[in-house]
């Protein structure tokens, strides 16, 4: 048992993690203060949520490319609407942005099964016609002036502490809706019949149609839960900013798809944790923040997640070739029968 658990690539994360905190804590001891953390994981919420949708796809055995463009027309789309045509509220907003994001979410899905296209070619192709059709609309203007209820859910927390000064700090709020967003997701995944067919269709999607699972159904949702997350994601991330930027979140999918492939999931699909996703965004977040204070130039976070992709994509494919040289050795070395 203790072999299994220590084998596994989030003891390796976790391992990282308390080095850096360790190595970062020596240079600066606020570092491992609960105001900067729970900032940290606030300044990180919005990839995190991301994380959750990518997660889901990259395990079926898709890709997704246009999930911050789904997020960017989302937004743009909601807030317009909560501010010039009608009053609503948070949970309004909400709803109407995850309604819009799986029902573009849900148009990537049915390209990808019904035509058969690569799912990396519908979705840059739909990245560009989501973020262009936008741009063209919208001529590139910014909301400036946009409801209140957005920016209180930034401002609430879940758990709140007072320094000595009268200052505020705490759990955010939202912070608490990406982790329980992700408890949810890792029950729905483990413990449901569709859940369980993300993982098996991203294995081998063939064996997974022999023995019943629905590949239309789970092409679908899974695409479809990008973008509903994505939506979810876009109300978060107009919170925290405060105004509307039609250019503010498309560019940020290296980061994403380099914190969950860093989490241990394999690109090729089947393979793949909720805890190692979560690990990690945490990972990028506490690199970030270290580079900060080590005032190391920010670009070198960029060749760093270039890095990990690259090296992350290496060592998928050595694993994938190491199985395949097994089921050889086993073939070779099985008893012929009499």
């Given at each position: 048992?203790?072999?299994?658990?220590?084998?596994r690539?989030?003891?390796?994360?976790?391992a990282?993690?308390?080095?850096?905190?360790?190595?970062?804590?020596?240079?600066?001891?606020s570092f491992?203060?609960?105001?900067n953390?729970t900032?940290?994981?606030k300044?990180v919420?919005?990839?995190?949520?991301?994380?959750?949708?990518?997660?889901?796809?990259?395990?079926?055995?898709?890709?997704?490319?246009?999930?911050t463009?789904?997020?960017?027309?989302?937004?743009?789309?909601?807030?317009?609407?909560?501010t010039?045509?009608?009053?609503?509220?948070?949970?309004?907003a909400?709803?109407?942005?995850?309604?819009?994001?799986?029902?573009?979410?849900?148009?990537?899905?049915?390209?990808?099964?019904f035509?058969?296209?690569?799912?990396?070619?519908?979705?840059?192709?739909?990245?560009s016609l989501?973020?262009?059709v936008?741009?063209?609309?919208?001529?590139?203007?910014l909301?400036h002036?946009i409801p209140?209820?957005?920016?209180d859910?930034?401002y609430?927390r879940?758990?709140?502490?007072?320094n000595t000064?009268?200052?505020?700090?705490g759990?955010?709020?939202?912070?608490?809706?990406?982790?329980?967003?992700?408890?949810?997701?890792?029950?729905?995944l483990?413990?449901t019949?569709l859940?369980?067919s993300?993982?098996?269709?991203?294995?081998?999607?063939?064996?997974?149609e022999?023995?019943g699972?629905?590949?239309c159904?789970?092409?679908?949702?899974?695409y479809?839960?990008m973008?509903?997350?994505a939506g979810?994601?876009?109300?978060?991330d107009?919170?925290i900013?405060?105004?509307?930027?039609p250019?503010?979140?498309?560019?940020?999918?290296?980061q994403?798809i380099?914190a969950?492939?860093l989490?241990?999931t394999?690109?090729?699909?089947?393979?793949?944790?909720?805890?190692?996703t979560?690990?990690?965004?945490?990972?990028?977040?506490?690199?970030s923040?270290?580079?900060t204070?080590?005032?190391?130039?920010?670009?070198?976070?960029?060749v760093?997640?270039?890095?990990?992709i690259?090296?992350?994509?290496?060592?998928?494919?050595?694993?994938?070739?190491?199985?395949?040289?097994k089921k050889?050795?086993?073939?070779?070395d099985?008893p012929?029968s009499?």
């Amino acid at each position: 048992m203790r072999r299994y658990f220590f084998s596994r690539h989030e003891w390796f994360l976790v391992a990282i993690l308390v080095m850096l905190c360790i190595g970062i804590t020596s240079v600066n001891p606020s570092f491992l203060s609960i105001e900067n953390l729970t900032d940290l994981l606030k300044s990180v919420t919005v990839l995190g949520i991301f994380s959750l949708g990518l997660f889901m796809v990259i395990v079926s055995g898709g890709f997704d490319i246009s999930f911050t463009a789904i997020a960017q027309v989302t937004q743009y789309a909601v807030v317009a609407m909560l501010t010039y045509s009608f009053d609503g509220n948070i949970w309004v907003a909400m709803g109407m942005a995850i309604a819009f994001g799986l029902a573009l979410g849900c148009v990537n899905g049915a390209i990808i099964h019904f035509f058969r296209i690569p799912p990396i070619m519908v979705t840059i192709a739909t990245q560009s016609l989501y973020f262009g059709v936008m741009y063209v609309v919208t001529k590139g203007d910014l909301i400036h002036d946009i409801p209140l209820y957005f920016r209180d859910l930034s401002y609430a927390r879940a758990i709140e502490f007072h320094n000595t000064d009268g200052t505020v700090y705490g759990l955010a709020l939202v912070t608490v809706l990406w982790i329980a967003l992700g408890i949810a997701l890792a029950w729905f995944l483990k413990y449901t019949r569709l859940g369980r067919s993300i993982f098996a269709v991203g294995g081998n999607r063939t064996s997974a149609e022999r023995i019943g699972f629905n590949l239309c159904l789970t092409t679908l949702f899974v695409y479809g839960a990008m973008g509903a997350i994505a939506g979810f994601a876009s109300i978060v991330d107009v919170s925290i900013a405060g105004s509307v930027i039609p250019n503010s979140i498309v560019g940020k999918e290296l980061q994403i798809i380099a914190a969950v492939i860093l989490g241990g999931t394999a690109i090729t699909g089947g393979k793949g944790s909720i805890q190692g996703t979560f690990l990690g965004v945490l990972l990028f977040a506490v690199l970030s923040n270290s580079l900060t204070l080590l005032k190391i130039p920010s670009f070198y976070y960029k060749v760093f997640t270039g890095l990990i992709i690259l090296v992350s994509v290496a060592g998928s494919a050595m694993q994938i070739k190491r199985q395949e040289n097994k089921k050889v050795r086993v073939q070779v070395d099985a008893p012929v029968s009499q």
